[in-house]
């Protein structure tokens, strides 16, 4: 489906820019990929709204692509286990704030500490993390190191404010997506 729909825009679009015909491929997937990630995001979304989180559901999606367009981590072989494993990814989120939810407290600022300390340190061993499909150059590397943690102190300061202002649906929805995105640079090394 995002196939088809992604060359029929890009056919759509190489008419209307004449774009080379040679260029025509590398269009095809950056649209596709920008579909894929509509879709993907519509569903999260949808689903978030059905569990009645659709702003919890913004702020994973915020703090997910935000993080891991710089840290990378594992990427799903196939389009369709791309949009499983982001499925899959936010309903942990969800039941890791469910779960946290649940417990006292001064048990939950204990756990939110370790659980930062955990992140923090992954990302520092890990981030960032290369896959097959896209290799960095050294350069490219550096730059990336430095933007995941510019990113991730972001959502970090984030958490914390939204903690103290007492939004701690939204920070443990943070808290949750960090986790979830240090996992999946855990998930890299495990494949390495």
Request: with cysteine.
């Amino acid at each position: 489906m995002t196939e088809y729909l992604s060359h029929k825009l890009t056919v759509l679009l190489c008419r209307k820019m004449r774009i080379e015909e040679d260029e025509t491929e590398l269009y095809e997937l950056g649209i596709e990929v920008l579909v894929s990630t509509g879709y993907t995001s519509a569903v999260i979304i949808f689903i978030g709204a059905l569990l009645h989180r659709a702003v919890e559901a913004l702020i994973f999606l915020a703090c997910f692509i935000t993080l891991r367009n710089y840290s990378g981590g594992y990427h799903a072989k196939t389009r369709v286990g791309c949009f499983a494993t982001s499925i899959i990814c936010y309903l942990s989120s969800v039941g890791i704030v469910f779960l946290t939810g649940r417990i006292p407290v001064r048990t939950s600022v204990f756990l939110m500490c370790i659980g930062l300390m955990a992140v923090l340190a992954l990302f520092y061993k890990l981030a960032p993390a290369e896959n097959p499909n896209k290799r960095l150059t050294a350069d490219w590397k550096k730059y990336n190191r430095k933007m995941t943690f510019i990113v991730l102190f972001f959502w970090i300061g984030t958490e914390l404010l939204g903690s103290l202002a007492g939004a701690v649906g939204a920070a443990s929805q943070i808290g949750a997506t960090l986790f979830i995105v240090a996992a999946l640079l855990w998930k890299v090394r495990e494949k390495s």
